[in-house]
């Protein structure tokens, strides 16, 4: 029976050698410090926004401004100039498809699973909460795709980011598609958005404005048509603003306090996104017939720290928006460890 190294050992010829890195980037200390600058900038704007709103430097009616910014114009625009100006290549989309889908249907069985055990073993308890549940979920099934797309660059060379780039077009609006659900489901009734409430659970995934981000930029990525050049600059500047701002409303919410009092959930969270997602995306990529650098790359997707924009649905559609952002926080604290570990079992 092959172990762990055995089963991946047939990637490692085409990472190393698609790499425009020499090998020894794979090992210690090389890939320590290559995640350390790639999940530093998160961390230290959490830090930033978690310091400008205990401060007082800036009142609670200018994050709250902020958040329906970040939900309702930056971040769309960030997932459709994403997708719209994807250069997909000759890669294979069906197994890719297949995997993603595989994968985030494994993980979401597995928590939905752990969810109603919990309700029935520990009632009462806040990680057995409907909202609970939601950030839970997005932290398990959402990555941080611009730390794994920096981090792939270097890793995986041109190749790499070409299959980073379709697995991000086919993951983005599943994932936002089961959060949505997730949140429509469990989420606090009074924070859905009139459009999300009136035409029910379809009508809320086609009023989401980041699954209509999502849409978008397919349907314009798949006329193979240039995004126009005014229009093109105007979105990347809003695209660009939200990497900012988006990190900043995470660490404005933060309360370190939470962390201590909901760790059940935190951990959970972590435990299902760092470290179960990445073996049951392994295990989706053996079962769809992926293999080689597109299933190294998908597994290391998976096994990034959860998105940032997990927080604003939270926050938005009525889920736990304090839980989301320690959450995100801990991850991105934690994957400096596991990041390095998955990669050098890639490797």
Not at 39 to 55: C, M, N, Q, T
Not at 168 to 181: C, D, E, K, Q, R
Not at 218 to 224: K, P, Q
Request: overall charge neutral; charged content about 10%.
């Amino acid at each position: 029976m092959e172990n762990g190294r055995g089963r991946v050992a047939r990637w490692e010829c085409s990472l190393c050698e698609e790499s425009s890195l020499p090998s020894s980037i794979f090992h210690p200390p090389g890939l320590p410090v290559l995640i350390f600058h790639a999940l530093l900038p998160v961390f230290l704007l959490i830090a930033l926004g978690h310091g400008l709103r205990r401060s007082g430097f800036l009142d609670d009616a200018f994050w709250v401004g902020l958040e329906r910014l970040n939900y309702w114009v930056l971040l769309p625009s960030l997932f459709f100039h994403t997708l719209a100006t994807a250069t997909l290549g000759d890669v294979p989309w069906g197994r890719v498809l297949l995997g993603a889908a595989a994968s985030l249907l494994g993980m979401t069985i597995l928590l939905w699973g752990g969810f109603k055990l919990l309700r029935t073993w520990w009632p009462g308890h806040m990680a057995g909460t409907g909202p609970a549940f939601t950030s839970v979920l997005q932290g398990g099934v959402r990555f941080n795709s611009f730390v794994g797309l920096a981090v792939t660059a270097t890793i995986f060379g041109r190749p790499g980011v070409i299959i980073a780039t379709l697995f991000i077009a086919v993951n983005v609006p599943l994932a936002n598609a089961v959060s949505v659900a997730a949140l429509h489901r469990h989420g606090r009734p009074e924070r859905h958005s009139t459009e999300a409430e009136g035409p029910g659970f379809l009508g809320a995934l086609a009023a989401n404005p980041l699954i209509l981000g999502c849409a978008l930029g397919l349907a314009w990525d798949a006329t193979s048509m240039a995004l126009p050049t005014g229009m093109e600059g105007e979105i990347r500047v809003l695209s660009q603003a939200y990497l900012a701002t988006g990190i900043l409303a995470v660490g404005a919410a933060l309360h370190p306090e939470a962390v201590h009092r909901q760790w059940l959930p935190i951990a959970l969270a972590t435990v299902a996104g760092l470290v179960a997602m990445p073996l049951i995306t392994w295990g989706a990529c053996r079962l769809v017939g992926l293999d080689g650098q597109p299933a190294a790359v998908l597994v290391f997707f998976q096994a990034l720290p959860t998105a940032t924009s997990s927080y604003i649905l939270a926050r938005q559609l009525g889920g736990d928006a304090p839980l989301m952002s320690a959450i995100i926080t801990v991850q991105t604290i934690v994957a400096f460890a596991t990041m390095p570990a998955v990669l050098a079992w890639l490797c």
